[in-house]
C-alpha cells in the first residue's frame, strides 16, 4: 500500500521528525511512502516523489519542512480536488498523511467524502488551539524560544528599572503567553481566556514596588489585542519607562526539542497503526494517549485551556 | 505553619524554579517559608533563613540550586540528626520539603520515624530512575543539552565519514541514552535495559554502508559500561575512523526548560496541598497526574523504563 | 586612589564582564574600586559602595549590568552634579569609569570641566555608532542574538515559499542590519549608508526568482525607516506573501560572547593603565590597538561604517 | 578560468560559509567555480563538479562541510597526486582554494611544486595554531560553544562545592584553554604555554577558600597531558570532590558565529583577489589586515600566542 505526506498551513517545527519517522515506520511496516511537495498546492499539481532512507537523513534538527507548506486557494474548487485525485490515483496512493492544522483537516474530510481517500491528520501548529489534542507539533519549541527570549529581554529590565510588554503569537489562543508567563515568572499576564484587571494589578504592583520592586514583565497573548493598552497602563499607571516587543515569528522556527521529536514520532506511530483502516480522523494526544478523533468533532468544538493553566495566569491579570 | 526547604543530591535543573514556586505558593497559602542550606550538612549546623519574594527573584533561568547541596555522612549519625532536630524546632519549623534523589528520600524517612517531622520528597535527578514517578525533575532540560551536542556531533560526523560513540551519564538505568538515541536519530544505542547483538548491528550497519551512509552515531548509557566494547567494535569491524567522547558534567547543568519549570511548580504544588497531613512520602507524576507514594515503595521498588521507549531503542541495539 | 565605576546609557552586553575586569584590575594595581549604582541618578543620590572581589563572582554570563543603570535629566542642572561631587568627595573617590554612550561621556566631559573629576569613559552601546573606536561593547553578543533568529527565520521562509523583512536595532547606523545580512545571506540589506534602488532589487530577484528562488529574507536598519516600504514592494512588485517581524529588544540581552569578555577585559585594562593620569578620555580600539581619545573628538565626529562592509551590503540593496 | 575547492583536515565551524562566499565571489568576478568532494581523496578520485549558486543556499548556518573532508595517505604518493592532476587537467581547473590545516598547504605546496597547479590555502583549525595568522576559522564558534559548557559546569560546581576540571582541545597549543579560561573566569589554566606552580596555585586558593571561596574551576588544555594531576591536585591537596569533564567533539561543531562568517568571507575575498597571480600560499589575518604568506614560512615557524594572553592566563597557573 502507497501512503503520501505532505505539510500543510502554518509553519511549526516538528515537521521534519515527522517526515522522518513517516518514512522509517512506514517502509518498516511495509508501505510505500511518498513524498507530495507544497502542501495541497503540489497535490494539485502532481508534486509527488518516491521517498527513502536518504531523503531524511540529517534533517531532524532542522526547522521547518523539507516538503514545504503552502496554504491553497484552488482545492476549494472541486475542479482542483478533481485533479488531486487524479494524479494520487496516476500514483497509487491510497493514503494520506497530513502535518498541518485544523483548516487542513476540513479540507481533506471534504475530499475524503468526495473520493474516498482515507487519511491521518496530525495536528501541527504553536498556537496549540485544536480540540481533541492536549498537544500540538511545534509548541514545546516555540515555547522555548519565548523562554529564551524572555530570559533575555528580564535581564535587561531588571537592570534598566524599565517595564517590558512582550506580545506572543497564539491567534485566539492564550496557551503560549499564558506558559510563557507562568514559566518566565512574568508579573503581568494578558490572554483571551482570562479576565484583566486592571485596577487589581495596578494596586498588587503598587505594593510591589513599594517592597523593592524596580521592573515589570508583562506577558500578551496577541488575541486579546491588548499590547497597547497594556503600554499606555504601565506608562501612565505605573510610570514606568516602558517598551514594547511583538516576538513575531522567530517564535516559529529552530531545532525542534526532544518533546518535539519525541511526540512527532509517537503521533506517527498512531497514524500508521490505523492507517489501512477506514480512517479519516485526526489523530490526538489526551491524558498521556494517543487516539483518533473524526474530523467532525475537531472542527465543531473549541479547544479549551487546562483549568490549572488559567487559575495559575489569572493571578497575573488581577 | 513554618515550612523549611532544601536541596540534597546529585545536581539537575529545575531546582531553583522549584524553590522559587515553594516561596510563592507557601505565603500564598499562609505557611511561612524557609530556606535550609548546604542540604542535610546544613540542616545539622543550623543554616536556616526566612525566606521572602526577594531571595527568588531572577532565579527561573538558573542551573544549578540558590540553596547549595551536598552529600551528608554526618546524617548517618543518630547523634547529628537530633542536632537536625534540634535546629528544626528552635526555628518552629514543622514540615521539610525535599528537593533530590530517592536516597535523601530515605535518609528523611529515618529522620521522620525518630522525630516525627513530616515530609515530601520531590525528585530531582537527570538519570530518570526513581520509582513511583514518571519524570524527575531536571530530565528534559538535560535531555535538551544532550541535543544540541548530538547535533553538534552529527554535523562533524558526517563532513568527515566518521563514527562517534557518545557516552550519557544515567547510571544504571538508560533513559538518558535511550532518548537521546531516538529524538536524534543515532545509528547505534546502547543501554543496560537493551539486549545488545554485535553480530546484528554489523549486518544492519553493513547493509546501509552499501546503500550509501557514510558515517555512524552511537549513542551509550554509561551504566552499560560498553563505551570502549563500542569503540573497538565500529573500528576493527566496521572499519570506520572512530571517536569516543564522554558528555561527563555538561548534561547536568544549565538553563531549566519550560517543561521543567512547569514541572517544578506542579510538584511543588502537590506537596503544599498536602503539607499539613501526616505526610512523609514522595510526590510522583504517573498518567499525567501527581500523587503521594510512600518512600519505602519508592526505596524497595526499580524503576522501569516505558516499554515504547525499550522497543524503540531495541532496534539500534540489533 | 579610590575609583568608581558606573554604567549608563542604554544597555548591551558586556557591562558584567568589564565590571568584573574593573574590580579584579583595580585590586591588582593597589586602587580601591568602588561601585556607584544606578548611574548618573546614583551619582546625585549617593549610592555609592565599596567593591570586593565577592560583589562579582558569578556575573560573568549574565546580561545587562549589576550596577543598574539609568538616564537622568537632573545631570544637566549643575546643582545636582554638585551635589554628585560633593558625593565623590565624601567617599574620596578621584576618578571614575564610565560604561556607555557618547551621551554620557559629554556629561562625564562637562563635569569634568567644572569639578576636575577624571575619568575615562568605555563604550558601549548595540549600535556601534561611536566616532573614535571599531568596536562598542555588545556589538558582538547582539550580533548573535540577531544570527540565531535569522537562522530560524529563514527555515520558516524557505519552508513556506515566503518573503521575510526583519527589522534591526542600531537608530541612524546601520552596522548591525548590514553585518547581519551579510553573515546571514539576507537577499536584501536596506540601511542608512546604502542607497537603495527598488527597480534593481527587482530585477535582481525576478531573475533569481526565474532560477528557482522560493523565498526572500529582507534586513532593515530601523534607522532607514523603510521596513514599510519594503514590505509593500515585496508584496506588490514581487507578490510575495510578506511578513513584517521588529527584532526590537531582545537584541539587546544575554550571555556576552567570548569576544565581548574579551574586549571588555581590555577596555577596562587600557582605562586602568592610564586611570593615575590627567585622564578625561574615551579608550577607543582602532586597528587592532587600545588608545585614548578625547571627548570632544568623539562628540564632534560622526561614526563611518567600514568601506568593506558598505561595499559588500550595497550590493543587497540594488 | 575554472577554479576548485575542497576542504581537508580537521572538523571546524566556517567552512560552509567560505564555500558559498566562495561560489558568490567567483561568478561574481567571472570565474568558474568548481567543487572537489571528500578533500584529497576525491581529488584523486576524481569527484568533481561544477557549482552554482543553488548548490550553497541555506548552508550558512550548518556546521560542518557540504564538500565534507578527508585525510589522505595515497596523496603521499606521486602516483595518486598524478592522478588528482589529470583529474584537474581533465575539468580545466586551473587554480584550487584548500580549506585546511598547515598539513594540507604542504601537500598542496609539493603538488604545486611539481605540476604548477597554483592554490591559496585557507586556515581553518579550531587549535589556533598556525604560523602566519593571529585567527583560523572557527576558533570563535569552538570558543563560545565551549563558553556555554562552562557557564554550565559553573552553575552547577557553585551549588554543589566542588572543584571541576574541564580539558579543552587545542593539541600542542594553549589557546582553546586559556582564553576560555580567562573568558570564564576560571580559578586555575594549565597550558602548554604557561609555567604552572602548584605550591603557588594552592597557596592563592588556601587564601580565597578562607575569605568564602567554596568551588573552584580549572580548565587544562589537552597539550598539557595535566587533567589528571590537576584532578590529584584539587581533591589531595584542597580536599575538593572534584570531577573531570574531558569536552571533546561537541567542540568543534555547531552553528558559526557571526565572526567566523564575517571571516570566512574576508579570508576567501582575499584568495579570490590574488588567485589569478603565481599564488602557492595561505590567507594570513596579522594586526587587521588579510595578506598572503608563503608555505614553507608557514611550515617552518611555530604560532606563538599573543604576550598579552599568556601574561593574563598566567596568573591562574601560579
Known amino acids: 500500500m502507497k501512503i503520501g505526506i505532505f505539510t500543510s498551513g502554518g509553519d511549526a517545527a516538528g515537521m521534519n521528525p515527522a517526515i522522518k519517522a513517516f518514512v522509517e515506520l512506514a517502509i518498516e511496516n511495509s508501505f510505500e511512502p511518498y513524498f507530495i511537495y507544497d ?16 531523503m531524511v537523513a540529517g534533517i531532524l534538527h532542522r526547522g521547518g519542512t523539507i516538503l514545504r507548506s503552502s496554504r491553497s486557494k484552488r482545492f476549494y474548487d472541486k475542479k482542483y480536488r478533481q485533479k488531486a485525485f487524479d494524479n494520487l490515483e496516476k500514483h497509487g496512493i491510497e493514503r494520506l498523511i497530513v502535518l498541518g492544522g485544523d483548516g487542513s483537516f476540513r479540507a481533506m474530510d471534504v475530499f475524503y467524502k468526495e473520493f474516498g481517500i482515507n487519511f491521518a491528520g496530525i495536528p501541527v501548529t504553536i498556537d496549540n488551539d485544536i480540540y481533541g489534542t492536549d498537544y500540538c507539533l511545534g509548541v514545546d519549541t516555540a515555547l522555548n524560544v519565548i523562554r529564551h527570549l524572555l530570559d533575555n529581554i528580564r535581564d535587561t529590565a531588571s537592570s534598566f528599572g524599565r517595564a517590558f510588554v512582550v506580545e506572543t ?15 518566565s515568572g512574568a508579573e503581568i499576564c494578558i490572554a483571551p481566556e482570562l479576565e484583566v484587571d486592571f485596577e487589581g494589578i495596578k494596586k498588587r504592583l503598587k505594593r510591589e514596588i513599594e517592597n523593592g520592586r524596580t521592573y515589570i514583565l508583562a506577558v500578551v ?13 504601565l ?17 516559529r522556527g529552530g531545532n525542534p526539542t526532544i518533546f518535539d521529536r519525541l511526540m512527532a514520532y509517537k503521533f506517527v506511530e498512531c497514524a500508521i497503526e490505523h492507517i489501512k483502516e477506514n480512517i479519516h480522523h485526526m489523530v490526538g494526544f489526551k491524558n498521556s494517549k494517543f487516539y483518533l478523533i473524526d474530523i467532525d468533532s475537531v472542527a465543531n468544538n473549541k479547544y ?13 491579570a488581577v
Open 39 to 54: 502542501g495541497l498546492e503540489g497535490l494539485i499539481d502532481g508534486k509527488i516523489e518516491k521517498a527513502d532512507f536518504h
Open 235 to 251: 506608562l501612565n499607571e505605573l510610570k514606568f519607562d516602558t517598551r514594547v516587543t511583538v516576538l513575531g515569528h522567530v517564535q
Open 221 to 233: 497573548g496577541e488575541g486579546s489585542n491588548m499590547t497597547e493598552t497594556v503600554r499606555d497602563f
Open 304 to 316: 479549551k485551556l487546562d483549568d490549572f493553566l488559567i487559575k495559575l495566569a489569572q493571578t497575573k
Open 169 to 183: 503569537m497564539g491567534r485566539s489562543c492564550g496557551y503560549l503567553a499564558i506558559v510563557s508567563a507562568i514559566a
